[in-house]
């Protein structure tokens, strides 16, 4: 039995404790915002925060977690959709397929909480997540555009 602080919630879970994080997160707990892509930690899609950490869930076994550890999933990081990087994500309507964005989200909601004005020497070394709809530099505008507070053209 394994118990993690899941977006603010201590959920009690009986799995192996190889079991990836990630299966965990969508199989028992329900949240399917996180996705599978390609299970060996490469691409992304399955990234969520670990006590704000960008984490990639599909490779870590839930015993590498404990309760005292946050685990926060795309469906944590706003109820509501109001964090800047949803915002500026829906203003310049970044997705295409949108597989792989929720990932995405994550990774750059991490990297501005580490680092709130990113060069783009910055994104690209810390944004390292696979799109392959390639949708790179509307990625890249979205995370500018909430450094800047939503605002086109500051900073």
Same mark, same amino acid.
């Given at each position: 039995?394994?118990?993690?602080?899941?977006?603010?919630?201590?959920?009690?879970?009986?799995?192996?404790?190889?079991?990836?994080?990630?299966?965990?997160?969508?199989?028992?707990?329900?949240?399917?915002?996180?996705?599978?892509?390609c299970g060996v930690a490469q691409c992304g899609a399955c990234t969520v925060h670990?006590?704000?950490?960008?984490?990639?869930?599909?490779?870590m076994p839930v015993s590498a977690?404990? /309760?005292?550890? *946050?685990?926060?999933?795309?469906? =944590?990081?706003?109820?509501? #959709?109001?964090?800047?990087?949803?915002k500026a994500w829906l203003e310049l309507d970044v997705p295409q397929c949108g597989y792989c964005q929720a990932g995405m989200i994550m990774s750059a909601a991490a990297l501005l909480q580490q680092n709130p004005k990113p060069t783009d020497d910055d994104i690209n070394s810390e944004i390292t997540n696979i799109c392959r709809c390639g949708t790179y530099n509307r990625v890249? /505008?979205?995370? *500018?555009?909430?450094?800047?507070? =939503?605002?086109?053209?500051? #900073?």
């Open positions: 039995m394994a118990k993690l602080n899941v977006n603010g919630r201590m959920v009690d879970v009986d799995v192996d404790p190889d079991t990836p994080l990630l299966w965990v997160i969508r199989e028992q707990i329900g949240l399917t915002g996180t996705k599978y892509g670990v006590d704000g950490v960008a984490t990639r869930s599909c490779s977690f404990n /309760a005292d550890q *946050k685990i926060v999933t795309i469906e =944590g990081l706003s109820p509501d #959709g109001s964090h800047p990087v949803q890249r /505008a979205a995370i *500018k555009l909430a450094a800047n507070g =939503g605002e086109v053209g500051r #900073g």
